[in-house]
């Protein structure tokens, strides 16, 4: 009866505030004294207090300056007596605090500091509370604009606790921290160096969840209930980043292109998914609207100094070795590699680290694989990776190793030399010896013809990768047709590609040179210059024959190094026409938009056809590991699978395609028990309706 007297004159104090003062005076003054009999006996039950409490806290908004006392005398509770309090009351409390804040009777730095040292009490449900409320303030604090000075405040409050000796409270910190990044409530730079200096915490849980925060904030965000949640059901199957979506695009593609049939629909689909991944190509760019509520970086990209953090972490990585679990440090490989890899850092003592462990027998080889070759970038010198390749080369691609040690040996050889393309050549070999400096990579290839398939699949994605990049290091036959070695640029250590002129200008003027193709053909404008281009073409034709006869002929090399020089004219002026058409034209609103279509067909090609890997993607296990055959069952395991077969099932026949019969029997059942007399007429009717014999009747 007491709480409905409460709550009768709760309601009548926020209609009338003034009328009913002397009501509340009373309440209060027993409040306090409820307050000085707990502080005696902090572990007693007391629900006379929770229920004035929940009072006090839903009035504040009417009576201000009472309220703010009532405001002091919670955080006073909380703060010296909450780890003892009574289980019940304490609750009561932190809600009450709560619906104080929302009525500004108390601050948020005031509160805030408080439920952070009561995620450190053993009590589930207190937590989940505690938690779920300072998410719910800290977005309610930051919905109109964002006050530095107080996210400022609770930051070094943050910074402090993950920094403290409870590993309770810095776990759950960290745990709360990363919560709001992922909220996007604090999702600035400083956020992500305070989750992310937890790495160096000495608990080795701690470590782990901040070392996964900083490697999948990216990857796993989940959105603040804005406009943007509801395009979502749309674009489920669309992952943040382009590895998921590019694996089903390449999939797509090829059962496309596989098939002998090719029909309007199955162009559809192609069409429909070029669409989907230029919507979210769109939706994601820089000034999108998504990417300006959203956090358009993930925490790895927001890592203050990232050298000094990454060296720091090897160090640390060196000397954790008692109290650190194997997966734990390859936890922190794994971040270290992510490090370099982003970053485009050098720590070249982490190879010599990995080398160690780089055995056939070695547990979670393929991640060690998939982590060294994620660690190697372009800038990277080559004698820094070239050991690590002649040691996967050494001890997985044997003879005397399995098909499938083989297999893996040769895929982490390609995604190493995908990033790192001179670290397969030998230097102590001179230049011009290039069946020399190449001897490694032609044994590697010579596994195309092996046996097993995945071997052979892991060997021919090895030869199309050095067909792109640098065809001159392979065998003349194995180049394939048009890849001479002029044909591209070698690769060099430290050359940079450097843009001259507007992206895609060559493809604006491709575009109009096939609109005056398909001009010409139709008959309606004549070639000012057809003799010169006819005799273009002429050559053109020519060069093609011989280039088919060179290779079907195996010729010498002297015909290919004749082609080098034209390639290389083809190519200076290809770049001396976009030049041109970049300072001389004009380019509008359409020519813009006709580059942009024609670059995003050419990304959407080249995540379709290209084989080689993108030094930018993360790694994954699965392309480290290879193609597994189905093996051969035993014969216990064929008559296990007959008796799992079996079971459930009648005892002769197979159920499949039978009825589950309901009700009584069938007229053919009923007959068979009937006497011969009492269905004579029916047969003979029937043989009369077949023109049959009738049947003779029986002679007594």
């Known amino acids: 009866m007491a709480s409905i007297g409460l709550q009768e004159l709760q309601s009548s104090c926020r209609r009338d505030p003034d009328s009913y003062r002397t ?143 409870d590993v309770a409270l810095v776990k759950r910190s960290v745990g709360l921290g990363i919560e709001l990044f992922r909220r996007q409530i604090w999702c600035d730079e400083k956020t992500a160096n305070v989750i992310g200096s937890a790495v160096f915490h000495p608990s080795p849980e701690v470590m782990i969840i901040a070392a ?20 979502s059901d749309d674009e489920s199957d669309d992952d943040t980043g382009d590895g998921s979506s590019s694996k089903r695009a390449k999939e797509m593609w090829k059962s496309f292109n596989l098939t002998g049939k090719k029909n309007a629909r199955k162009s559809a689909r192609v069409q429909k998914a070029m669409k989907k991944m230029m919507k979210k190509k769109r939706k994601h760019s820089p000034g999108s609207a998504s990417a300006m509520k959203a956090n358009p970086f993930s925490a790895i990209m927001l890592i203050n100094n990232p050298q000094e953090y990454t060296e720091r972490l090897f160090s640390d990585l060196q000397t954790r070795k008692k109290n650190v679990s194997f997966d734990a440090k390859l936890t922190m490989i794994n971040l270290i590699s992510r490090m370099i890899s982003v970053h485009e850092l050098l720590v070249l ?53 399995s098909e499938e040690t083989i297999a893996v040996g ?14 397969i050549e030998d230097e102590s070999v001179e230049e011009s010896d290039v069946e020399g400096r190449a001897a490694l990579l032609r044994d590697l290839v010579a596994y195309k013809s092996h046996r097993d398939k995945g071997v052979s699949m892991a060997a021919r994605s090895l030869l199309q990768l050095y067909r792109e990049i640098n065809p001159a290091l392979l ?102 026409v976009s030049k041109s058409l970049a300072t001389e034209r004009v380019l509008d609103d359409a020519d813009f938009k006709a580059i942009k279509e024609k670059l995003a067909q050419n990304d959407l090609a080249a995540v379709f056809q290209s084989k080689r890997p993108r030094p930018e993607e993360v790694i994954d296990v699965g392309d480290i ?58 047969v003979r009717r029937k043989a009369r309706s077949k023109g049959g014999k009738q049947p003779r009747k029986k002679r007594r």
Do not use: W
């Open 23 to 165: 009501e509340f005076l009373t309440q209060y003054g027993q409040f306090q004294a409820l307050v000085a009999s707990t502080e005696l006996r902090p572990s007693m039950e007391s629900k006379a207090l929770e229920n004035l409490s929940s009072f006090m806290a839903h009035v504040s908004s009417a009576y201000p300056l009472e309220g703010r006392r009532v405001a002091d005398l919670h955080i006073r509770l909380l703060q010296e007596y909450g780890a003892s309090m009574h289980h019940d009351l304490r609750r009561s409390l932190v809600k009450s605090t709560t619906i104080m804040y929302r009525k500004d009777a108390i601050s948020i730095e005031s509160m805030v500091p408080v439920l952070f040292q009561l995620l450190s009490v053993r009590d589930k449900e207190l937590r989940k509370s505690i938690s779920a409320s300072i998410i719910s303030s800290l977005q309610h604090a930051n919905r109109k604009h964002r006050n530095e000075a107080v996210v400022r405040s609770l930051q070094k409050f943050m910074y402090k606790t993950i920094e403290g000796s």
């Open 349 to 401: 003592n982490l190879y010599t680290l990995l080398q160690r462990y780089l055995q056939p027998h070695q547990e979670k080889v393929t991640v060690i694989l998939a982590y060294l070759a994620q660690a190697c970038h372009s800038l990277v010198p080559p004698d820094a990776v070239q050991p690590m390749v002649k040691t996967i080369a050494d001890t997985f691609v044997t003879d005397r190793c």
């Open 212 to 231: 996964r925060f900083v490697l999948d904030s990216e990857q796993k965000p989940r959105g603040d209930g804005g406009e943007d949640e509801g395009d």
């Open 410 to 423: 040769l895929n982490s050889i390609r995604e190493i030399c995908a990033r790192v393309p001179l670290a």
């Open 625 to 682: 590991e290879t193609y597994k055959k189905k093996a051969r069952r035993t014969l216990e395991e064929r008559m296990e699978s007959v008796r799992a077969g079996r079971e459930g099932r009648e005892k002769f026949g197979s159920a499949k395609g039978r009825k589950a019969k309901g009700g009584g029997s069938s007229n053919k059942q009923k007959d068979k028990r009937k006497q011969g007399a009492m269905v004579l007429h029916k």
């Open 475 to 576: 065998v003349k036959k194995d180049r394939g047709r048009g890849n001479t070695p002029g044909s591209v640029n070698t690769p060099k250590y430290g050359a940079v590609d450097v843009q001259e002129t507007i992206e895609g200008v060559n493809l604006l003027e491709e575009a109009d040179s096939g609109e005056e193709e398909e001009l010409n053909a139709g008959g309606e404008e004549e070639p000012l210059d057809g003799g010169v281009s006819s005799s273009l073409e002429n050559e053109g034709s020519l060069d093609d024959r011989d280039d088919g006869e060179g290779i079907m002929k195996e010729e010498d090399m002297s015909a290919e190094d004749s082609d080098a020089p034209k390639v290389s004219q083809m190519a200076d002026g290809s770049d001396a």
